[in-house]
């Protein structure tokens, strides 16, 4: 992976994309950035539908990792997975993985990276319920 990306990069390497819209979700730190919850990311990691993953196949040459990943190109990798409401989080124009979802998956991580992300996704969700309160 090159350098980090910050928000406007990381929304043009979005823009680039060759995929409907409709058909993923932005994961992870991915996800933070474009919240505002965290200044940059490494890379791209989107989840898929079946038809997105068919756009994806047809636009770019996919390589399959071990772990079920395909790696799009350099900075972007994507999973297939089900769309599903409780997953995804409409923000702006573009649909990130929930906040809730994310956190579960970041109270189960061994990583350090994903330990240190906890407080900064608990702040979030907390201001937030406060605005939905007011």
Not at 15 to 42: F, H, M, Q, T
Not at 70 to 94: F, P, Q, R, S
């Amino acid at each position: 992976m090159g350098k980090r990306m910050n928000k406007e990069e990381l929304i043009e390497l979005i823009e680039s994309l060759k995929l409907d819209k409709n058909e993923y979700w932005i994961l992870s730190s991915g996800a933070l950035v474009i919240r505002g919850i965290y200044p940059d990311a490494g890379d791209l990691d989107i989840a898929v539908t079946e038809k997105g993953l068919q756009e994806l196949k047809n636009n770019y040459n996919l390589k399959k990792k071990g772990n079920g990943w395909y790696i799009v190109n350099d900075k972007i990798e994507c999973v297939l997975d089900t769309k599903e409401a409780w997953k995804i989080e409409k923000y702006g124009e573009y649909n990130l993985q929930s906040i809730e979802k994310y956190y579960e998956f970041l109270k189960e991580s061994t990583r350090e990276k994903d330990k240190a992300r906890i407080p900064l996704v608990e702040e979030y969700m907390k201001n937030r319920k406060f605005k939905s309160e007011e």
